[in-house]
């Protein structure tokens, strides 16, 4: 499957901090979806935002859409050491195949 | 919420042996599965996409006779690595998706192979 682009590919950053990343993407899509995956775990779910949708809350989390700019983000806010992990996006074009990120690996030091 | 489950968790095999790996949802349908491969540090890579009662609809590069999936029934699906060698070695993971319950895809915890 042709990838997305994450950036920043990884990211350290001080407990309390926010952290932001971002993904491109280069077709039509009807929705980006955010996951997370600890080391060596599958992925779960946090959160999705559909094409006609420019923000979305949900907790600490905060996802952009800029359909334009073909582009997203995910704000983390007030980090915890817990959210220590890779983050990747996948954006599901018209034909309802998943394309995926890289990924931007998180470090949050306590 | 809906759990996959994906066992086993690794394996460790000799080279030539096949190995299976099974991924059940344990309280929804999956109506899709997925099959990925995930190399250290990199993103998933797609291997096959199952719907039920269907053959796998295999990606482009993707031995279907070396990785072969079957989804009998709403709950499993399988892959079965055949006549592993060590370049199979790698992680595994399965998702699935409910067609009743949205664009989300729920993961397996993923299958670590190393094939000596």
């Known amino acids: 499957s042709q990838q997305g682009e994450e950036d920043p590919q990884a990211l350290s950053i001080q407990e309390g901090e926010n952290a932001t990343m971002n993904c491109s993407y280069k077709?039509?899509?009807?929705?980006l979806q955010w996951y997370r995956q600890n080391s060596g775990r599958g992925l779960v779910h946090l959160i999705l935002i559909r094409s006609n949708e420019r923000e979305k809350h949900s907790g600490r989390l905060r996802v952009t859409l800029d359909t334009s700019k073909k582009s997203s983000s995910l704000l983390i806010t007030a980090s915890r050491a817990a959210d220590t992990a890779s983050y990747f996006c996948?954006?599901?074009?018209?034909?309802?195949?998943?394309?995926w990120g890289a990924g931007t690996k998180l470090i949050i030091k306590p | 919420g809906a759990v996959v489950s994906q066992h086993p968790s690794w394996v460790i095999c000799k080279s030539g042996t096949s190995v299976k790996i099974e991924c059940r949802s344990l309280?929804?349908?999956?109506?899709?599965m997925f099959w990925y491969r995930q190399f250290p540090k990199q993103s998933l890579m797609l291997m096959a996409t199952s719907n039920e009662g269907s053959k796998a609809t295999y990606e482009q590069g993707v031995e279907k006779d070396k990785f072969l999936i079957n989804h009998a029934s709403l709950t499993l699906s399988t892959l079965t690595v055949t006549s592993a060698h060590p370049e199979d070695s790698s992680f595994y993971i399965c998702?699935?998706?409910?067609?009743?319950?949205?664009?989300?895809?729920?993961f397996g915890s993923g299958t670590q192979l190393s094939v000596l």
């Open positions: 996948a954006t599901e074009a018209a034909n309802y195949q998943l394309i």
């Open positions: 309280d929804f349908q999956a109506t899709t």
């Open positions: 077709t039509s899509i009807n929705n």
């Open positions: 998702s699935a998706r409910d067609s009743r319950l949205g664009e989300k895809l729920f």
